[in-house]
T-cell receptor, first 109, second 115 residues
Framework: RKEVEQDPGPFNVPEGATVAFNCTYSNSASQSFFWYRQDCRKEPKLLMSVYSSGNEDGRFTAQLNRASQYISLLIRDSKLSDSATYLCVVMTGFQKLVFGTGTRLLVSP | NAGVMQNPRHLVRRRGQEARLRCSPMKGHSHVYWYRQLPEEGLKFMVYLQKENIIDESGMPKERFSAEFPKEGPSILRIQQVVRGDSAAYFC?????????????FGQGTRLTVV
């Protein structure tokens, strides 16, 4: 079983749609969780950290369920510029960052 | 405060040559990670280093690959006797001193092409 699993997609949605990505992780001792965004042929960039209480940043909402070892990202009112690959990232012991393979999002006009 | 700097951005090597990839972390960051991304695939962890120490190299191939992060100077990922399968984007990331929950910042990557 992979340490971090994501649906690779692609998710094709129209502008204005709401889309949700899910991620599961296998290491119950994982300490911290993040969503990164990667544009084609660019470096990953932090989108947001994920907290147990859930957190929101504008149109983006992230949630963590430690009991189920499950992380989610919700994007509301999708924009064309949201088209990218979204990477679920888990920090294990000793600060090792483990990446999921990413979920590709395509937002169309 | 400059971001994570990687050089070169693009590197072409013939089979059998050596490739040296450099990464200068952000100022004040003492943790460096190296990742490899094959075309159309996700990032694969290679190695995690602190100054003068390799903390976790579980993702490094057993042969031809080595990494260091000396007391002075950038972190170096070295690939000896490159083969076509080594062609990939190699990303370096850095983070500050050990602090749970701190995200890592990525460099722009080095795209290695082996011909």
């Amino acid at each position: 079983r992979k340490e971090v699993e994501q649906d690779p997609g692609p998710f094709n949605v129209p502008e204005g749609a709401t889309v949700a990505f899910n991620c599961t992780y296998s290491n119950s001792a994982s300490q911290s969780f993040f969503w990164y965004r990667q544009d084609c042929r660019k470096e990953p960039k932090l989108l947001m950290s994920v907290y147990s209480s859930g957190n929101e940043d504008g149109r983006f909402t992230a949630q963590l369920n430690r009991a189920s070892q499950y992380i989610s990202l919700l994007i509301r009112d999708s924009k064309l510029s949201d088209s990218a690959t979204y990477l679920c990232v888990v920090m294990t012991g000793f600060q090792k960052l483990v990446f999921g393979t990413g979920t590709r999002l395509l937002v169309s006009p | 405060n400059a971001g994570v700097m990687q050089n070169p951005r693009h590197l072409v090597r013939r089979r059998g040559q050596e490739a040296r990839l450099r990464c200068s972390p952000m100022k004040g960051h003492s943790h460096v990670y190296w990742y490899r991304q094959l075309p159309e695939e996700g990032l694969k962890f290679m190695v995690y280093l602190q100054k003068e120490n390799i903390i976790d190299e579980s993702g490094m191939p057993k042969e031809r690959f080595s990494a260091e992060f000396p007391k002075e100077g950038p972190s170096i990922l070295r690939i000896q006797q490159v083969v076509r399968g080594d062609s990939a984007a190699y990303f370096c990331a850095s983070s500050p001193r050990r602090d749970s929950g701190t995200e890592a910042f990525f460099g722009q990557g080095t795209r290695l092409t082996v011909v």
